[in-house]
């Protein structure tokens, strides 16, 4: 009987087909990206910096509602042309001033308002918001007294140019400023754009408005001699614990207490000098 040998060929076409399927899968693995450590680090303090941002400017809160339907144009007399649509306004050059009146349901304490305004042209103040405190009514106002001095109008009878409030600030046509307001029982707070600019006490204090700021009550916004454009007016009240981080909070910034000495400082320095330091309002 002949003996036959065995064909060697399907064994040795196995092997080559497992080895191409290792060599395959070990290629994958490599082209698979895969987070470093680095990369993985670096996203989590992007995303704590975002946080911590949002909480600043107030866009975190979710309970912001849009202050539309009650806005009517405010009677100065002399006022520029004023558009409203929704929560946005366009307000004219006035002489000297034009603005908007809110018309609706309005807190007088432990709630917060917000918007955006521009000076598109001029050089006087573009955003003068006033507010309920209490029974009585302020305006923090940007960019009175000549373009530049921002503050409350008024405090024990002293209006935003005179108060330890008052500071100066280059406040830049056609750009957007955010600003935010916050009353509590305790405090009057006030922010443009993420720096925290007004922390004023109530207690042991007396507030009102300036006479001509009369048609802006209970909340408005006025421009003096100027055009400007004011977008996303919105308004929330306060949580307890918005309460609870306000009482925390009730002294001044080191930071907010040296911009107002300097600015005060600086008021001086130009009254001294013989230069304008306050805007046209005064002289009316």
């Known amino acids: ?122 050089y006087d103040f573009f955003c003068g918001l006033t507010f309920p405190v209490g029974e009585n009514s302020v305006s923090l106002i940007l960019g009175g007294w000549g373009g530049g001095v921002l503050g409350i109008s008024s405090i024990d009878g002293n209006d935003a140019s005179e108060n330890e409030t008052s500071q100066f600030r280059n406040f830049d046509n056609k750009k957007w400023f955010r600003v935010r307001v916050r009353v509590t029982k305790d405090a009057i707070a006030c922010w443009v754009d993420d720096e925290q600019v007004v922390d004023q006490k109530r207690e042991g204090h007396s507030f009102d408005i300036r006479g001509e700021m009369e048609q802006c009550v209970p909340l408005g916004v006025a421009a003096f001699q100027c055009d400007s454009e004011i977008r996303n007016m919105k308004i929330r009240k306060l949580t307890p614990q918005d309460l609870t981080e306000s009482k925390k909070k009730e002294s001044a910034p080191s930071s907010a207490k040296s911009s107002n000495a300097e600015s005060s400082n600086a008021n001086a320095s130009r009254a001294e000098s013989g230069k304008p330091s306050q805007s046209n309002e005064e002289q009316k």
């Not at 080559?16 to 670096?42: H, K």
């Not at 339907?69 to 042309?81: K, N, Y």
């Not at 409203?84 to 709630?111: C, V």
């Open 1 to 122: 009987m002949t003996n036959r040998t065995k064909s060697t060929f399907p064994c040795f076409f196995s092997s080559l087909l497992v080895t191409f399927a290792m060599i395959s899968l070990s290629g994958f693995a490599q082209d698979t990206p895969t987070a470093t450590p680095s990369e993985s680090s670096n996203s989590t303090v992007e995303g704590s910096v975002k946080e911590k941002k949002s909480a600043l400017d107030g866009s975190q809160v979710k309970d912001w509602k849009p202050l539309r339907g009650s806005w009517v144009v405010a009677q100065f007399g002399g006022d520029g042309e004023v558009t409203i649509k929704d929560n946005n306004a366009t307000i004219g050059y006035g002489d000297p001033l034009s603005g908007i009146r809110w018309e609706g349901e309005m807190p007088l304490e432990n709630y917060e308002v917000a918007l955006e305004a521009r000076r598109m042209e001029g």
